[in-house]
């Protein structure tokens, strides 16, 4: 059995997603936001569709959101 290395199996693999035109799935809001809370990071508001996700964002990236949705959750 052979095997390809990492870097070329990679390249590969990206060069085949974008010459087949697929798109990458929409980004899930509270997921960026919660990432980006842990990360110390920002998403640009342009990455999110429309003024309602804008919203959902900020709420959650610069509000105790998560705490809240924990707590709740328990």
Not at 2 to 15: H, N, Q, S
Not at 19 to 48: M, N, P, W
Request: a positive charge.
């Amino acid at each position: 059995m052979t095997y390809t290395p990492i870097e070329d199996g990679l390249r590969k693999c990206v060069a085949e997603f974008l010459k087949d035109g697929q798109r990458c799935a929409k980004i899930s809001v509270l997921r960026e936001a919660y990432f980006d809370k842990v990360l110390h990071t920002r998403t640009k508001l342009s990455a999110f569709s429309g003024w309602k996700q804008k919203v959902k964002y900020l709420i959650a990236r610069y509000t105790p959101y998560f705490a809240y949705k924990r707590i709740k959750n328990r």
